[in-house]
C-alpha cells in the first residue's frame, strides 16, 4: 500500500489541541506500518519549521520518533516541501533517511504515472506568493535567519505562519482555478494520477483517462489517500482507524 498525506499543520492551534491531532497522526502511522511500502507527505506536515545545526522545534518529537520507526522498519518515506514547512536543511535526510524535495515529484506505481506536488504556486493569482518563496527559500536568507536567537526564530517563523495559513484559507480561487488547470494539463500529458495538497479541500476529479486528487487538510476533517496498486481513494482518518 501507498498512503499520502498533507496539510496536517502540526503547530498551527494552541499546544493542547494541536496535541490531538498529533494523536491522530501517531495512530495513522502506527496503523499504516503493517502494510505500508511508501508513505509520501505532500507537504505541510507541520505549520512552520526551521532548523539550525544543533536546534530543532521541539513539540514535534513524537511525529519525528514515529518517522523515524518508520524508516528504520523498511518504509519508505518522501517528503515535498510545502510552503509552511520551507525551513528544511538537512534533519530529515541524514537523521531520519527522509528524502525532502523542493519541487514536485513524479512516481511510476505499478504501471501508474503519479505527479505528486504540494501544489503552492499553482493558482492564478499566486505570483506573489512565488516571489516570497524564492526569498524565503534562498541559501543567503536562510543562513541570515539561522543567526536569530532559536526561540525567537521559531516564534517567528510560527507567526508568519499563521499568517500564511489565513491567507490561504481565504484565497479566492474563482472558476479558473489554476491548480485544477494544471492537474488536468499533467492529466492530458498521460499521467494517470495528479495528487496534490495546499487547498485544504478535498477534491476526486476525473479528467482524459487519469483521476485529480486534492488531499484536503487535518485542522478540521482529517483525510489522507491511499493507493493498494490498482485504486486510488481520499479517506477519512477518523474512520479508518475505527475499522
Not at 521541539?58 to 514547512?85: F, P, V
Request: with cysteine; proline share 2%; charged share 30%.
Amino acid at each position: 500500500m501507498y498512503y499520502f498525506i498533507s496539510d496536517v499543520h502540526l503547530g498551527h492551534l494552541e499546544r493542547k489541541d494541536d496535541k490531538q491531532i498529533e494523536n491522530l497522526l501517531l495512530q495513522l502511522l502506527s496503523k499504516i506500518k503493517s502494510n505500508c511500502e511508501t508513505l509520501y507527505i505532500v507537504g505541510d506536515l507541520f505549520d512552520y519549521w526551521f532548523e539550525y545545526n544543533t536546534v530543532i522545534p521541539s513539540y514535534y518529537y513524537r511525529t519525528l520518533t514515529a518517522l523515524s520507526e518508520l524508516c528504520e522498519s523498511g518504509i519508505k518515506i518522501e517528503y515535498i516541501m510545502g510552503n509552511h514547512d520551507f525551513g528544511h536543511i538537512r534533519f530529515f535526510d541524514e537523521e531520519l533517511g527522509i528524502k525532502i524535495y523542493k519541487t514536485d515529484i513524479e512516481r511510476t506505481i505499478n504501471n501508474k504515472k503519479f505527479y505528486i506536488s504540494h501544489g503552492d504556486g499553482k493558482a492564478y493569482n499566486d505570483k506573489g506568493y512565488l516571489l516570497l518563496r524564492a526569498v524565503l527559500r534562498n541559501p543567503f536568507a536562510i543562513k541570515i535567519f539561522k543567526m536569530i536567537q532559536p526561540d525567537f526564530g521559531i516564534s517567528l517563523a510560527r507567526g508568519s505562519s499563521h499568517k500564511s495559513r489565513k491567507h490561504t484559507d481565504s484565497k479566492v480561487y474563482g472558476e479558473n482555478d489554476g491548480m485544477t488547470d494544471f492537474a488536468k494539463k499533467k492529466l492530458e500529458e498521460g499521467f494517470d494520477y495528479v495528487v496534490m495538497g495546499h487547498r485544504h479541500k478535498v477534491i476526486e476529479l476525473k479528467h482524459s483517462n487519469g483521476e485529480y486528487f486534492n488531499l484536503g487538510e487535518w485542522i478540521n476533517n482529517p483525510t489522507f489517500g491511499s493507493f493498494d496498486g490498482e485504486t486510488f481513494k481520499i479517506l477519512k482518518v477518523k474512520e479508518f482507524l475505527i475499522d
